[in-house]
């Protein structure tokens, strides 16, 4: 099960007080009255959206190995991995905190999408992007997501070991020039409390390979 989270604050909508039975030229005022004030509530409304509420995305929140349909797209967390180092077909990467590695698939609904690199959020509400030593191309977002056909694919971040309990992984849609209010995104729980990050944390691979076999 998925629910869905609206973040900017929800504006009170104005209400008109019941009237009592009239004529049917009263009832066609009284409409007329109601249509004026639901209008203006409507502008009043707009005019108290701040830029950040107008922009603010639409979040669709879900559990590992759920599927969390944000509407125009679905995002499935399959599993995550730490590691001390990545191995691509021309180096390897090593880094004195942790890479973890997070495998998703994905599907759209009507047309093909790209991903965007997703952000990691932590218990402490701190936001660390996908890492960018690993090349895009070795990524999800590298693919199409096509409608009702899975894609799957993996991406990286580089975090110290602390933030890892209470973390959160938010998949969306790549930057756009266009403002586009209330943008879709899933945000999925890795499921880590203290014990289980911890865990984690203290038995990383020493190298994950993303080298195409």
Do not use: C
Request: proline share 7%.
């Amino acid at each position: 099960m998925t629910a869905t989270e609206e973040r900017p604050p929800a504006v009170p909508a104005r209400r008109g007080r019941r009237t009592g039975r009239g004529s049917g030229g009263s009832r066609l005022l009284n409409g007329a009255i109601g249509l004026l004030l639901v209008g203006g509530a409507i502008g009043l409304q707009t005019l108290y959206l701040s830029e950040n509420d107008y922009t603010a995305p639409l979040t669709y929140v879900g559990d590992k190995g759920a599927n969390v349909d944000a509407g125009r797209f679905t995002v499935r967390l399959n599993s995550f991995a730490v590691a001390k180092a990545i191995q691509s077909s021309s180096k390897t990467m090593a880094t004195d905190n942790l890479f973890l590695i997070v495998n998703a698939s994905a599907k759209s609904s009507l047309k093909p999408y790209h991903l965007g690199q997703p952000v990691l959020l932590t218990g402490d509400d701190r936001r660390f992007a996908a890492t960018d030593r690993v090349d895009s191309g070795s990524t999800l977002a590298a693919a199409w997501v096509q409608p009702d056909i899975w894609v799957s694919g993996a991406f990286f971040f580089e975090v110290p070991a602390s933030v890892l309990p209470g973390a959160r992984v938010v998949f969306g849609l790549p930057p756009s020039a266009l403002v586009e209010p209330y943008r879709p995104e899933v945000e999925i729980d890795l499921g880590l409390d203290e014990e289980g990050a911890r865990k984690l944390a203290a038995q990383p691979q020493d190298v994950y390979s993303i080298v195409k076999k």
